[in-house]
């Protein structure tokens, strides 16, 4: 059997589906959430501050980036995590996730597809309208929107940068063990706080600390 180097095993995941045009909505550049999240959020965080007043508009854009944090948590926890019994189930749970705990460094499987992302923030968009009305779910949405964004493209980094700073090399050294040591633990990426607050931070984490 011939045998490859540990890092292009983990670098290079196969088709997740027989068809090549399926398997292509499989696999993103980092370029793409950006192209497409930030014409929302700037459309979305405009027309809330011109509806609202400042204050009303920076907290509701606060209130959206910090649900969006507990989503990413209790996603990752408890969907991507999820491992049902019977061939289906872990069919779908290595599309979802088991792929990318296989193949970790695959650079065109670190960020979520469109068709997966584009679908969803409609749908999250309609709740915030249903739930919180117009204009308040205009910021709300802007903040939501930028927190996955913002998740997208550190959990990028955390997989092909190197951190020189302290903060992140905490966090590059937090998902690391996720991978690599104990994945029941250490879930937030973008936000390894809500670990701490659920207890499922790794036993070896601790906040890094300013230089003196």
């Known amino acids: 059997m011939e045998r490859f180097p540990r890092a292009e095993v983990l670098r290079a995941s196969p088709p997740l589906f027989a068809s090549p045009r399926l398997d292509r909505l499989t ?31 920076v907290l509701g854009l606060a209130g959206g980036y910090v649900f969006w944090t507990l989503c990413e948590y209790w996603i990752h926890r408890s969907l991507f995590h999820l491992e ?10 290595y599309i979802i996730h088991g792929v990318h705990h296989e193949h970790p460094n695959d650079p065109l499987r ?15 968009f309609g ?13 709300v949405t ?26 992140g090399r905490w966090f590059h050294q937090l998902h690391m063990r996720h991978h690599f040591e104990d994945e ?29």
Do not use: N, Q
């Open 27 to 57: 696999r993103v550049r980092p370029i793409v959430p950006p192209a497409i999240f930030v014409p929302v959020i700037l459309l979305t965080a405009v027309v809330g501050f011109e509806r609202l007043a400042a204050a009303e508009a």
């Open 84 to 93: 049902p019994s019977g061939a289906v189930g872990s069919r779908i749970h």
């Open 110 to 124: 670190l960020v979520m597809p469109p068709v997966v992302t584009v679908p969803a923030a409609a749908a999250f």
């Open 127 to 139: 709740l915030f309208v249903l739930a919180l009305g117009t204009p308040l779910a205009f910021p």
């Open 142 to 167: 802007a903040g939501f929107f930028s927190g996955y964004l913002i998740y997208d493209l550190v959990h990028y980094a955390l997989h092909h940068a190197r951190p020189k700073g302290r903060v």
């Open 184 to 212: 029941e633990r250490g879930y937030g990426v973008s936000a390894p706080y809500w670990d701490f607050v659920f207890r499922t931070a790794s036993s070896r984490a601790t906040t890094p600390r300013p230089r003196r």
